[in-house]
């Protein structure tokens, strides 16, 4: 079965900082990953996809890498801002299932 | 509006009852989820359907039945509610399970059973 990890479980930073969250997998074999945002009591928020074959995708001051061989993604967020306070949930899509790590709470410190 | 919308947000319900949770999207996308999220557990399968009249058990189905009569809707039943079912459940829809594509989710419902 596939496990996810991500670690830290909390991190805090001051505001500016550049910043990396990671997770890791232990079956290779994915269709793609998916980091996603959850505010406190929200739903789920897509930030960036990277399929199997890539590499890593940019949004903004976001940057998500993918090494599917060794089983670890990273996301990095630039010059982070309070607005960025959040948990960040990292998915592999496996052949009928979105596998979930149990998350990072990130708080940016003004 | 677009997208994919659940209902209720918030619900409480005593143990043993019946209890349904209503998930509709508008993009007729063909795969559907229902996941439950629980502390120190993260997100888990409970069912998916692959379309209309096709659905199919996840990691946790028991104590859980779902229906897709419609491509649009695809609602959760508790059966017979227990507290263990309490928790925040989120529905997600894709446009393809073997294609690199996202999956969106719902705002979520939060269910209490006390």
């Known amino acids: 079965k596939q496990e996810v990890t991500q670690i830290p479980a909390a991190l805090s930073v001051p505001e500016g900082e550049n910043l990396v969250l990671n997770c890791s997998f232990t079956d290779s074999a994915i269709y793609n990953l998916q980091w996603f945002r959850q505010d406190p009591g929200k739903g789920l928020t897509s930030l960036l996809l990277?399929?199997?074959?890539?590499r890593e995708q940019t949004s903004g001051r976001l940057n998500a890498s993918l090494d599917k061989s060794s089983g670890r993604s990273t996301l990095y967020i630039a010059a982070s801002q309070p607005g960025d306070s959040a948990t960040y949930l990292c998915a592999v899509k496996g052949a009928n299932n979105l596998f979930f790590g149990t998350g990072t709470r990130l708080t940016v410190i003004p | 509006d677009a997208g994919i919308t659940q209902s209720p947000r918030y619900k409480i319900t005593e143990t043993g009852r019946q209890v349904t949770l209503m998930c509709h999207q508008t993009w007729s996308h063909s795969y559907m989820f229902w996941y439950r999220q629980d502390l120190g557990h993260g997100l888990r399968l409970i069912y998916y359907?692959?379309?209309?009249?096709?659905?199919d058990k996840g990691e946790v189905p028991d104590g859980y039945v779902v229906s897709r009569s419609k491509t649009e809707n695809f609602p959760l039943t508790l059966e017979s509610a227990t507290r263990s079912q309490t928790s925040v459940y989120f529905c997600a829809s894709s446009d393809s399970q073997q294609m690199n594509t996202e999956a969106f989710f719902g705002q979520g419902t939060r269910l209490t059973v006390v």
């Open positions: 990277i399929q199997s074959s890539q």
């Open positions: 359907s692959a379309a209309a009249d096709i659905t």
